[in-house]
């Protein structure tokens, strides 16, 4: 396992052994995400699919959750705030 620093903390820490997330997505994360951060999206996408009531087979929902991912993740875009006034839909 190689030491990478982190882009969501900046912190030098031990990578993963192999991509957490398939694609080139996982890749990236691969190069630039400790498993620290990675657990702390998990908990984030978990209140994410919960909150919204997200089907995680529709292809809007994994839209929605890799834009949030890589928003979290990457500082790339704006994550969504968990907004009440929405609870059970995506559509913005």
Known sequence: MAEIKCLRCGQAKTGFERP?????????????????????????????INHYGLNVMDPQARQFLTRNMEAFLF????????????QGTIAH
């Open 75 to 86: 500082k790339a875009g704006v994550e969504d705030e968990v907004d009440t006034s929405k």
């Open 20 to 48: 957490p997330f398939p694609g080139a997505i996982g890749a990236r994360i691969l190069e630039g995400t400790c498993p620290d951060c990675w657990q702390l999206w998990l908990k984030q996408q978990t209140m994410l």
